[in-house]
């Protein structure tokens, strides 16, 4: 190492075929976890050889080495907490953007529950009216007085909904 | 960081030492540019500094990447050769000695003065140079520096001044030179 910082080009492979091995076990110990370790251990190599030209004579390489690796290590696993590369439950990747979420669902499924409920206690000739509406069946005669029919259901079913749910605002 | 495989990392290392090389070997213009703005502001001739000083940046920078003796081989013959850049050029404009007739010729103190400055340099490039382990390539790197820098100012003198600073250079290195070879056989 000491002849590769003073510009020994020949030194470059038994350096290399030195550290390597021991910054990939190192980084396998420390992340347990063998891709990010790969990662770890060619981002602390190619590190090192950038700044291989300010290593000391008097340092030792090995303790060199591991500080940069140990360095990396940290930072590459800071960043895949920061990101949540954790990847996400396949069920999530299969909902379609647009599509409604599974707790608007819910509010709509229980919505209608309640609504279904309060059109059960209205008088019956009240539930068939808006059942025709609601059906979209042209059923007999939508003139004026099926119009004055429905407005008469309707406002039962706000005032039933008001009495069991309270406002409708 | 992509995954590679072992060949493309070892490419890549080796790109890397390079380039660190090359951040380091970029120190040495901390010496080079502060002569070559000093060479334009005591009034050397723009194209002279910009020819002399490329090539001595392009030598400087190159060699210091290659090796870390040829980096102290620049430096030490930029120190060498500042004497000589300075000495004819302040002969000249502070007007120290006026010029000197030998045997009928005019003869411009410049050249003499660059010829003792380049012994100068010359003796103490030799001298650094027979303590390195390859001699001659430290020598000729240190030379090659110091002929480009003292010629910045020693050509004041014209192409007189500059071969009596190369002579200069010669001679004082002959002896250092002559001595280590008879030491070591």
Redesign the interface.
């Known amino acids: 190492m000491v002849a ?5 080009r020949s030194a ?1 492979q038994p350096v ?1 075929a030195t550290l ?1 091995p021991l910054l990939r076990q190192f980084c396998r110990r420390a992340l347990l976890d063998d ?1 990010l370790a ?2 770890a251990a ?2 602390a ?3 090192l ?6 290593f000391q004579p008097d340092g030792d390489v090995v303790a060199w080495a591991v500080g940069i690796a140990a360095y990396e290590c940290r930072s590459l696993r800071n960043r895949r907490i920061r990101r949540a590369e954790e990847p996400h439950p396949p069920e999530l990747a299969a909902v379609a953007v647009g599509q409604a979420s599974p707790e608007e669902m819910a509010i709509h499924a229980n919505l209608g529950a309640a609504l279904l409920e309060v059109v059960q206690g209205l008088r019956p000739r009240d539930r068939e009216t808006l059942e025709q509406v609601l059906s979209a069946t042209p059923g007999p005669g939508r003139d004026a007085t099926f119009r004055k029919r429905l407005q008469r259901a309707l406002e039962r079913l706000r005032a039933a909904w008001r009495l069991t749910h309270g406002s409708d605002d | ?1 992509a ?2 495989t ?1 060949g493309a ?2 490419r ?3 790109w ?2 390079e ?3 090359a ?2 070997a970029s120190r040495i213009l901390l010496v080079l540019l502060p002569l070559l703005v000093a060479a334009r502001l005591i009034g050397r001739p723009a194209v002279l500094v910009v020819v002399l000083g490329g090539i001595l940046v392009t030598l400087g920078f190159a060699v210091s ?5 040829y980096a102290r081989a620049v430096r030490i013959g930029v120190l060498a050769g500042i004497p000589a850049f300075l000495l004819p050029l302040l002969i000249r404009s502070l007007d120290l000695l006026p010029l000197g007739e030998i045997a009928g010729t005019i003869v411009d103190p410049c050249v003499p003065a660059s010829f003792l400055s380049g012994v100068a340099a010359g003796w103490v490039v030799s001298r650094r140079a027979i303590d390195e382990e390859y001699q001659r390539s430290f020598w000729a790197v240190a030379v090659a520096t110091t002929a480009l820098t003292a010629s910045m100012g020693c050509s004041v003198a014209g192409g007189g001044g500059v071969l009596g600073m190369i002579a200069g250079v010669i001679a004082g290195s002959a002896p250092v030179v002559l001595r280590a070879a008879t030491q070591r056989s």
Do not use: C, I, N
């Open positions: 590769l910082a003073r510009g020994e470059f290399f390597w891709a790969e990662d060619q981002a190599l190619t590190k050889f950038l700044h291989a030209t300010d | 960081m995954p590679m072992e990392l070892v890549r290392s080796r890397m030492y380039l660190g090389r951040r380091w990447m290659l090796h870390d003796r």
